[in-house]
C-alpha cells in the first residue's frame, strides 16, 4: 500500500474573534476606570510672623455728589475749584504725607468732578489715591 503524503496545511488564526474580545475588554476598561482630573494646583503659601499694622495711614474721604458738590470727611467744601480742593485737603491732612484720599463718588457725577478732586490731591501733596466702590445688587 502506498500512502500518499498529504501537504500539511498551514494553521490559519481568524481574527474576527479576537478583535470582537479586545473591543469587549477595551470598551470594559472605559467604562469602569476613574479619571483623576488635576483641576486645582497643591501651592503651600508661605507664612510669616509678622505683627499687624497698627499705625493705619490717615484716610481722607472725599465724597462728590451728583450736582458736583464736595464733602471732605463729611463736612461741605465751599468751593469746587482745585485750588479750594487742595487747600481743604491739606487741612484734613494735617500735615501727614502717606494719608490717602477715598474718592467716594456718586455714579452720575460729572467726571470732571473727579478729577478735580485728583488733582487738588496732587496739589495738596497727597500721592496715594483710592476709588470707593459697592457691589452689584444683581
Do not use: C, W
Not at 13 to 29: Q, S, W
Not at 35 to 47: A, D, H, I, M
Request: proline residues 4%.
Amino acid at each position: 500500500m502506498k500512502f500518499r503524503h498529504r501537504r500539511a496545511e498551514e494553521p490559519e488564526i481568524n481574527l474576527i474573534p479576537f478583535i470582537d474580545v479586545l473591543l469587549v475588554i477595551l470598551i470594559f476598561l472605559m467604562l469602569s476606570t476613574t479619571y483623576s482630573k488635576f483641576t486645582e494646583l497643591q501651592v503651600n503659601l508661605p507664612t510669616a510672623n509678622a505683627e499687624k499694622l497698627k499705625d493705619r495711614p490717615t484716610e481722607i474721604i472725599v465724597a462728590v455728589s451728583a450736582d458736583g458738590r464736595y464733602a471732605i470727611n463729611k463736612q461741605l467744601v465751599d468751593g469746587r475749584t482745585p485750588e479750594q480742593l487742595a487747600a481743604a485737603l491739606r487741612a484734613a491732612a494735617n500735615g501727614s504725607e502717606d494719608a490717602v484720599v477715598i474718592v467716594s463718588a456718586d455714579a452720575a457725577a460729572a467726571h470732571q468732578s473727579v478729577i478735580n478732586v485728583m488733582d487738588g490731591a496732587r496739589r495738596a501733596g497727597l500721592n496715594r489715591l483710592s476709588f470707593a466702590t459697592q457691589g452689584s445688587t444683581q
